[in-house]
Every structure is written in structure tokens, then in C-alpha cells.
């Protein structure tokens, strides 16, 4: 298991080493930085305003959950496994990505919060509302994407984000929709 992780973690290192001489064209660093700020709750908060507003109450108390377990598993698993930011080793050059530093827990990377609680949620949304579900594809892979792309997450941050995110969403559905 040592090895595999070893294997991982110098293909993070590699990708997340290519991104930092990378100089993505400006319609990209935008759409980028618009994503991320999309995962940084208000996006979520406006969806349960909206899903309160049109009496989705059902779906927003499935979302609600999610989000909860999408957090516990965010804070566990950063404490447990303490891994560095991408940042942390080498500047970004291209992009001016400021985090507060207002949680212990968020100095580290595995896995990225900002994906696991845009595929918990967006997984509650799709099953919910399967016309939505290519735009809340997108937005849910955009804002894992630019994770790996600002270099506040390595791959396989994302991906495991991604994918605790879609069963937490998915655990979440089953539970509370009939």
C-alpha cells in the first residue's frame, strides 16, 4: 500500500509541478478563478434559498445532509491525513489565490472540500432534477478542476473529493427521498 501511495503522490507532484510554470490563456485563469469562488459555500446557499422558494423542501433537507456529511468527512479526514497544499512546496506563479488561514484543519489538502461538497450537493441536485444535471455537472467538475489548477489541491485530492462527495450525496438521497 506504501508503494502505491509513494506511486500517487510523485504523479501529483509531477502534475502539480507542470501547472506551476503553466500560463493558461486569460479566458481560462477567469473561468478558473470563477469556479473556485463558486465553491466557496454562497453558490450552496443560494441553491437552498432557491429550493426553499419553490418548496423543494424535501430536496434541500437531502441537500442539507449531504452538506453536513460532506463537512464531518472534510474535517476528519484533513486532521487524519495532514497533507501539504501543492502551493506549499512551490509558489504559483499565475495565480493570486488567497485562503484564510481561519481552521487548523484547512491548511491541508487531502481531500478538497470545496469538491466534496460540490459533488455531495450537486449529486442531491442531478438525482433530483435530471434536466439540471449537465450544468451541475459542469459546475461540480469546474470547481474540482480549478482546485488542481490554482494548485490548492493535487489530483487525487479532487478525485476522492469527487467521489466521496457523489456517495455521500447519493447516501443522503436514498435516506431521506422515498
Not at 423543494?56 to 463537512?71: E, H, K, M, P, Y
Not at 491525513?81 to 509558489?91: D, E, G, I, L, V
Not at 499565475?94 to 481531500?111: C, Y
Not at 480549478?146 to 489530483?155: A, G, I, P
Request: aromatic content about 10%; proline content about 4%; hydrophobic content about 55%.
Amino acid at each position: 500500500m506504501n508503494a502505491l501511495l509513494a506511486y500517487l503522490d510523485e504523479r501529483d507532484r509531477g502534475v502539480s509541478g507542470r501547472l506551476a510554470v503553466w500560463k493558461p490563456p486569460r479566458w481560462f485563469r477567469l473561468w478558473m478563478l470563477a469556479a473556485t469562488r463558486l465553491g466557496d459555500g454562497w453558490l450552496w446557499l443560494l441553491t437552498g434559498t432557491v429550493l426553499l422558494v419553490i418548496g423543494d423542501t424535501a430536496v434541500l433537507g437531502a441537500a442539507g445532509i449531504a452538506s453536513l456529511g460532506a463537512n464531518v468527512a472534510i474535517v476528519l479526514l484533513k486532521k487524519r491525513f495532514r497533507r501539504r497544499r501543492p502551493a506549499s512546496y512551490t509558489a504559483n506563479t499565475f495565480f493570486q489565490v488567497g485562503r484564510p488561514d481561519l481552521f487548523a484543519f484547512d491548511n491541508f489538502s487531502f481531500p478538497s472540500g470545496h469538491t466534496l461538497n460540490a459533488f455531495a450537493i450537486g449529486s442531491v441536485l442531478i438525482l433530483a432534477h435530471p434536466a439540471i444535471a449537465p450544468a451541475v455537472a459542469c459546475v461540480a467538475a469546474s470547481v474540482g478542476l480549478s482546485r488542481v489548477v490554482l494548485r490548492m489541491h493535487f489530483v487525487t485530492d479532487v478525485l476522492v473529493g469527487a467521489l466521496l462527495g457523489s456517495l455521500i450525496g447519493g447516501a443522503a438521497w436514498s435516506l431521506l427521498i422515498p
